[in-house]
């Protein structure tokens, strides 16, 4: 059964940067399509950024394009998300997930921590 593990979080400045990882074990990851949500403490979850499990098709939402890539690598069963020019408003707990069919996850990993502050 497929498993995912986020990494990567922690603390860093506004305008600074940071990569989270998402590692998949129990199954090869290359045959599901990823995506990013985050939580902030009050707010509902929110979609971040979408990938095919092809890699050919990705989305964001309208508060992170432009400054975060959402990317994969299949042999690694490795999932990436690198954001730059932090925001305060981007703190939040990330999470990855992963599903058969774009945009419809099932399975998730357990969040790290994102915390953008001077």
């Known amino acids: 059964q497929l498993q995912l593990v986020e990494s990567g979080g922690g603390l860093v400045q506004p305008g600074g940067s940071l990569r989270l990882s998402c590692a998949a074990s129990g199954a090869t990851l290359d045959r599901y399509a990823i995506g990013w949500f985050r939580q902030a403490p009050g707010r509902e979850r929110e979609e971040v950024a979408f990938i095919t499990s092809d890699s050919i098709v990705s989305q964001y939402a309208g508060s992170v394009k432009g400054r975060f890539t959402v990317t994969r690598d299949n042999a690694k069963s490795t999932g990436y998300l690198q954001m730059h020019g932090l925001k305060p408003e981007d703190t939040a707990v990330y999470y990855c997930?992963?599903?058969?069919?774009?945009?419809?996850?099932?399975?998730w990993g357990r969040g790290t921590q994102v915390t953008v502050s001077s």
């Open positions: 997930a992963a599903g058969p069919v774009f945009r419809t996850m099932e399975i």
